[in-house]
């Protein structure tokens, strides 16, 4: 038992750490979320071959996932806020390990093309309803760095999907892999669900020492959402073009990543895996440096300039290297470059998160879900073009290009965005 203190005969109890299995279970979420989504990757070329589909189809697989995930991302968010995340949580992580199982038992591209549709249908509500969790169980210091933590481990199952799915393809082929990764889901479900509390208040776990520390009071009945108010706000939309803009310029390092390395600069399965995964690593660096750089200087500078610094900065370098990595003769040096890429456009993800919170209040899923719609129409329509700059022109560069300039359009509409001034009916 921690010491405790006295003062007039009053015991004063340490706080209970209940709020550190929240953040595993949300590392865990966001692991296995990324090992799901990702592993599909590394399986590309196989399966192409083995379902006769060419490079737009396999594209068109790679962007349904986004486009469906984008269109219930915004549902997902809503029913998170209306529900809450214990429940809401659960159904999707049940889902979409479904989904990942059934991606092994595709026939041809129709069948292919339908459970990934619905893979990312099921994983949609993901991140909105992890940021109601965040919003209910960490304090307003805490919460760009939280965002940071968990997309860092989100990419760092990436990272991890890009050798294991090599070595489980090669011992059970591609199809027993995805049945495989399925099962951590199912895992983290039946865990959730039984352990989590949707108010802090009501778990046994927490005491009255750790409810002060995360200054959230309990859940007021949920509100309805006031889409005017929304749609009339022009600091949304700018987080919406931003979101679109680096979620565009960064998708290619979790699809189109290791066929690029084997076919353009020549590497074998095994070691495209592991340089893919290089990459993965640098996007895990960048979330958690942005997410400190948010909070850091938002506690120096406030709001306005701190939560803006890190995208203000790191995606218009992303695109520098992105041409360094096009252009160098050095096939590890391209890699590099491109892990260094996506490390530092992967510093604007943690502190967009942070903004939702600190301007959506008691209505983060939903602008959550906004933002995360939007950033998915930009991963699908730059999926499409790759896929399409493959077929026609047999080179990335184009498409690659096209990576870069939306990065630095990204870190421009970082410049307009202001955290301080929260959305009207949003407080929490």
């Known amino acids: 038992m921690g010491s405790t203190g006295a003062r007039d005969g009053a015991v ?169 990764f399925a099962s951590f889901g199912f895992v983290w479900a039946g865990a959730w669900y039984v352990w989590f509390r949707d108010d802090p208040h009501a778990h046994p776990g927490v005491n009255a020492a750790e409810l002060s520390l995360i200054g959230s009071p309990p859940p007021t009945p949920h509100q309805p959402v006031p889409w005017r108010v929304f749609a009339g706000n022009s600091n949304l939309w700018l987080i919406c073009l931003m979101y679109f803009s680096t979620i565009y310029g960064s998708y290619f390092y979790v699809t189109w990543l290791p066929e690029y390395l084997q076919t353009r600069r020549g590497f074998d399965l095994r070691s495209a895996g592991w340089l893919g995964a290089l990459a993965l690593v640098g996007m895990g660096i960048g979330n958690v440096l942005g997410g400190w750089a948010s909070d850091v200087g938002s506690k120096r500078w406030g709001r306005r300039l701190g939560r803006r610094l890190p995208g203000m900065l790191g995606p218009p370098l992303a695109a520098v290297a992105i041409l360094a990595a096009m252009w160098t003769t050095h096939g590890f040096a391209s890699a590099a470059l491109f892990a260094a890429a996506a490390g530092l456009i992967s510093m604007a993800i943690p502190p967009a998160w942070a903004v939702c919170l600190d301007i959506g209040g008691r209505h983060a899923g939903v602008m959550g879900g906004m933002m995360t719609t939007c950033g998915c129409l930009g991963g699908a329509v730059s999926t499409m073009v790759m896929g399409i700059c493959l077929d026609r022109y047999a080179s990335f560069d184009a498409a690659l290009l096209l990576n870069a300039l939306f990065a630095v359009i990204g870190g421009v509409a970082w410049i307009m965005i202001d955290a301080s001034r929260p959305l009207a009916n949003a407080t929490s």
């Open 12 to 180: 004063i109890e340490p706080p209970t750490r209940a709020g550190g299995t929240v953040l595993v279970f949300l590392l865990l979420l966001a692991a296995i979320g990324y090992l799901d989504r990702i592993c599909i990757s590394t399986a590309s070329l196989a399966i192409q071959r083995d379902l006769g589909i060419t490079k737009t189809q396999m594209g068109t697989v790679f962007s349904v996932f986004i486009v469906c995930y984008a269109l219930f991302e915004v549902p997902g968010g809503w029913l998170a806020d209306r529900f809450g995340p214990r429940l809401v949580l659960t159904r999707i992580v049940v889902s979409w390990s479904l989904m990942t199982a059934l991606t092994g038992a595709a026939m041809g591209f129709a069948s292919l093309l339908v459970v990934r549709a619905l893979f990312g249908a099921a994983e949609a509500g993901m991140f909105p309803g992890s940021a109601q969790v965040v919003t209910r169980w960490f304090s307003t210091a805490q919460r760009g760095r939280v965002f940071g933590l968990m997309l860092m481990t989100a990419t760092f199952g990436g990272a991890v999907a890009q050798p294991l799915s090599v070595w489980l393809q090669e011992l059970v082929t591609w199809r027993w892999m995805f049945v495989i």
